[in-house]
Nanobody, 128 residues
Framework: QVQLVESGGGSVQAGGSLRLSCAAS????????MGWFRQAPGKEREGVAS???????SYADSVKGRFTISQDSAKQTVYLQMTSLKPEDTAMYYC??????????????????????WGQGTQVTVSS
């Protein structure tokens, strides 16, 4: 059974940092795109960052320079290091995976509908 489990969310003051983790299981990690998305109340889910099996990364403009996505392939785990957090970063953060996106488009910078496997999410709240 394919499964993604996020952890590391919480509450932090503006300017603080958090590291999210996403542990993958039930499938062969190699070749997959891994992405982080977020959804704030009343807003659509948006892409935050992605990483390919080969290490290629992409970021939303709103988080560039503040967030870093990385992976430990041996542990089949993806991380999202978030620094200089702002109140507008408050959202439910979701981890996602897809086995075909890189093969089809040569990028992991995909939209929500292009990712087939999703975790349950972890809440991040940033107070001012």
């Amino acid at each position: 059974q394919v499964q993604l489990v996020e952890s590391g969310g919480g509450s932090v003051q503006a300017g603080g940092s958090l590291r999210l983790s996403c542990a993958a299981s039930g499938y062969t990690y190699s070749g997959y795109c891994m992405g982080w998305f977020r959804q704030a109340p009343g807003k659509e889910r948006e892409g935050v960052a992605s990483i390919a099996f080969n290490g290629s990364t992409s970021y939303a403009d709103s988080v560039k320079g503040r967030f870093t996505i990385s992976q430990d392939s041996a542990k089949q785990t993806v991380y999202l290091q978030m620094t200089s957090l702002k109140p507008e970063d408050t959202a439910m953060y979701y981890c996602a995976a897809d086995p075909y996106l890189w093969r089809n488009r040569g990028t992991c910078d995909g939209r929500e509908h292009e990712y087939a496997i999703w975790g349950q999410g972890t809440q991040v709240t940033v107070s001012s």
